[in-house]
């Protein structure tokens, strides 16, 4: 059975990584290590794999690349073997242009979203053209579909459904399962309801140790029975001070601690740091507070 064994307070290495001009160390043969950057009311997580291999899970708006590149840089990445873009709106792309000028990039994925339902804006296109002159792997992805496996972890695609019309953009958003070692991530996108409803229905189990939370926290995301489905220990919500969205919702909040999760806001704490390793997982934060996460 999951547990939380204790809150522990530690000197946080966010405020390490934020504060001075020497390179972290970033990639551990024994640990997988998860950023939740605090990029205001946008989404942007980078996945560091025990085997080097680094994954760029959405992109901010247009005005966090630069904060993304610094940090990319700042932990000596030079090459993303996975850049994915969940869905296409600007607070999700925004700053994928400013990735794909510094960065090597070996594979793109994306939603498989039909050409009818994308949608006619600048910023679509302009990332689709930068796409393009890349010339990288680009993957259109369906659920159920596994796109990387080896003995230490595996990622597969959970939505979109295939054959499914969502009403809103925000439910084709590509969510994903990570698994390394003894634990579980659930990236979910802008996913609300509908979505959701598909990843229950999924034959994949989506129990999750930590769960990216789906639309900043909004009214209509982490539904109850989504939630029961997922049983995370902690939760880490993307969302902007004081922003006018109302995210995250009282009732999404309320869903979560019914459950127990342990909730963390990049409006409050920052960006979030998950390492993850066998047995167990840490979560640190910008304001020093840790959760050891053991099972």
Same mark, same amino acid.
């Given at each position: ?5 204790s ?8 405020l #390490?990584?934020?504060?001075c001009?020497k390179?972290?160390?970033?990639f ?6 998860? @950023?939740?950057?605090?990029v205001?009311?946008?989404?942007c ?5 025990p ?30 073997d @996975?850049?994915v ?6 607070d999700h792309?925004g700053?994928?242009?400013?990735i ?15 050409t ?21 792997? #680009? ?11 080896n ?11 295939e ?24 990236f ?5 309801q509908?979505a959701e ?9 989506i129990d999750?140790?930590i769960l ?13 029975a ?7 220990l902690?939760?880490?919500i993307?969302?902007?001070k004081?922003?006018?969205?109302n995210h995250p919702?009282?009732k ?5 601690n ?7 806001r990049?409006d ?12 167990g ?6 304001n ?8």
């Amino acid at each position: 059975m999951k547990r939380i064994v204790s809150v522990l307070i530690l000197i946080s290495l966010a405020l #390490t990584f934020v504060g001075c001009g020497k390179k972290d160390r970033a990639f551990s043969s024994d640990s997988m290590t998860v @950023y939740f950057f605090d990029v205001g009311q946008a989404d942007c997580s980078l996945v560091l794999f025990p085997d080097g291999k680094a994954m760029l899970i959405d992109a901010g708006n247009r005005a966090d690349g630069d904060f993304i590149v610094n940090h990319l840089n700042r932990l000596g990445i030079d090459t993303l073997d @996975y850049f994915v873009l969940t869905h296409p709106h600007e607070d999700h792309i925004g700053g994928a242009e400013d990735i794909f000028k510094k960065f090597k990039i070996l594979t793109v994925c994306l939603p498989n979203i039909p050409t009818e339902f994308e949608p006619d804006t600048g910023i679509f296109r302009d990332v689709s053209t930068a796409i393009e002159k890349e010339n990288c792997r #680009t993957l259109k992805l369906n659920s159920n579909t596994v796109i990387a496996a080896n003995e230490t972890y595996e990622i597969t695609a959970l939505n979109p459904h295939e054959n499914a019309v969502y009403s809103d953009m925000n439910d084709w958003s590509l969510s994903l399962l990570v698994n390394c070692f003894t634990n579980t991530i659930l990236f979910t996108g802008d996913c609300a309801q509908p979505a959701e409803l598909e990843m229950i229905n999924s034959k994949i189990n989506i129990d999750a140790d930590i769960l990216k939370v789906g639309h900043h926290g909004s009214e209509n995301s982490s539904t109850e029975a989504f939630l029961k489905a997922t049983t995370p220990l902690a939760s880490v919500i993307s969302c902007g001070k004081g922003n006018t969205y109302n995210h995250p919702h009282i009732k999404a909040i309320e869903r979560l601690n019914n459950i127990g999760s342990a909730v963390y806001r990049t409006d409050t704490v920052g960006t979030v740091i998950a390492k993850c390793y066998y047995g167990g997982f840490n979560i640190e934060t910008d304001n020093s507070i840790c959760l050891d996460g053991n099972k």
